[in-house]
């Protein structure tokens, strides 16, 4: 026969009710994220998702750990 189950709450119930514990803390506006790859190849067809799913900037790392921002003019470049 199956156990009985208790479901538990969602990752965004526990923040509420985190929140609601500390007095006066407010979420920070959501500032987005950065991608990172390690090849230009076929990035540019990723640029429209990208900046659908928050992307605010795009860089390249190379083999030698440098990183090198593409494009510039990101998430602009998105809507080309």
Do not use: K, M, N, Q
């Not at 990723?46 to 928050?54: D, I, K, N, S, T």
């Amino acid at each position: 026969a199956p156990r009985p189950l208790r479901w538990i709450d969602s990752g965004d119930a526990i923040a509420r009710r985190v929140a609601s514990l500390l007095p006066g803390w407010r979420p920070a506006a959501d500032a987005g994220f950065h991608a990172c790859f390690t090849s230009p190849a076929g990035i540019e067809a990723l640029y429209p998702a990208l900046a659908g799913l928050g992307c605010t900037a795009i860089a390249i790392r190379d083999a030698e750990g440098s990183e090198h921002a593409l494009p510039a003019d990101f998430p602009a470049a998105a809507a080309r």
